[in-house]
């Protein structure tokens, strides 16, 4: 169970341990991380489950693909080099210690 944590744009951290298997998403709204609406569910069609990923680890993460870059282009926050969708983040064990920014805003 790796151990993630979230940011806030206050600053304030909020860290807990996350399943392998699921998505950053899930683990975000199962949580009640502030921030993280994911109105879609999951389905890579809303953007409002976007995160900044900090630098280390976004190397780690397999890159995103067209829908999720497509969806990008639509998010509420400004669009970072560390702009991912949350659900389509499976949580595996190489992302221990994954640091990951939550936007000002989802809409
Ligand atoms: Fe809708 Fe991620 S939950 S795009």
Request: charged residues 15%; aromatic residues 4%.
């Amino acid at each position: 169970m790796p151990d993630i944590s979230f940011i806030q744009p206050d600053g304030s951290e909020h860290g807990l341990e996350a399943p392998e298997g699921v998505s950053l998403m899930q683990v975000a709204t199962g949580a009640g991380i502030a921030g993280i609406v994911a109105e879609c569910g999951g389905s890579a069609i809303c953007a409002t489950c976007h995160v900044y990923v900090d630098d280390p680890w976004q190397a780690l993460l397999a890159p995103p693909d067209a829908n999720e870059l497509a969806m990008l282009e639509c998010t509420a926050a400004e669009r970072r080099p560390g702009s991912r969708l949350a659900c389509q983040i499976p949580i595996t064990a190489a992302l221990q210690g994954l640091v990951v920014h939550v936007p000002a805003r989802q809409y």
